[in-house]
């Protein structure tokens, strides 16, 4: 027996990323989605789990993970909070030993990348998080570069994508997909023309509203089999629409949003409730440029997701 008092304990699973899609009208093409970081943190009799290693009062903390994937399905997510009442009650009200449970849940805001020709809407942007950049350099020999860029910058398809036919060798496992989430956190950067750099009219902003406009519009529409074809139906809709950029190059991290077996629960997920995993990530990177232009932007810079 120790000679020291235990006080104040709890314990859970904590960061639960979970991302949940809801397919609305007619043909399910409206997508709702909502991304929660969910903490679960259970208080009551756990003197004994701590003095006496018996774990007799003790819910797994990866009982509560699985708890929060599958109440997700069950219950949905109408709000963080709606959501958080479900699971604290669930939690109180199913073992005898627990006495008070917490959730804390982090929402994540998206809104809809709107592409005005297609009526069915699966693409998303993060909200509020978007940071543009710019780098200029001035040589006497060699004049003005302008480098304009962003990064920062997350979207999501929750349809759309598939990655499959690829090579499969003896350390291969990962399984063909035919109905993925797609997301990256997009870092871009593009060269404008020595022209347009030297024009002390061009239009900083226009442009840059004009090449995201594009990029954000090629992502939601590229049918995807792969991120590398995402990446350069990106920079080739840039390079196509705005005349004074001559080069682009995009960084993406592929962010897996992983589908969730809700099978031991009893329960369907029909690519609605997805693990959303911040590491480790595929990082695609790529450079893409008008012919006959000599690429300027570094290949080399280290971008994490
Ligand atoms: O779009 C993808 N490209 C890859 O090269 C790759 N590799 C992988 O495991 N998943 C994916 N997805």
Known sequence: MSKHVLAQNQYGKAENRIVTVTRKGNDGAWHEIRDLNVSVALRGEYRDVHLTGDNGNCLPTDTTKNTVYAFAKEHGVDSPEAF?????????????????????????????????????????????????????TYSETTGLQVLSGLKELTVMNSTNSEFHGFIKDEYTTLQE??????????????????PAAADPEHDWDASYAKVRRHMLEAFAETYSYSLQQTLHAMADRVLDHVSTVNEVRLNLPNKHHFLVDLEPFGLKNDNEVYFAADRMYGLIEGTVHRQGVQPVIATSDWITA
Not at 177 to 194: F, G, P, Q
């Open 84 to 136: 958080g009442i479900h699971l604290a009650r669930h939690f109180v009200s199913s073992q005898p030993v627990i006495h008070e449970a917490q959730i804390r849940i982090e929402e994540y805001a998206w809104e809809r990348i709107s592409v005005p020709s297609r009526k069915e809407q699966h693409s998303f942007a993060r909200k509020g998080q978007e940071v543009r950049t710019a780098q200029i």
């Open 177 to 194: 997909a035919y109905d993925r989430i797609l997301a990256t956190k997009v870092t871009a950067r593009w060269a404008n023309s020595a």
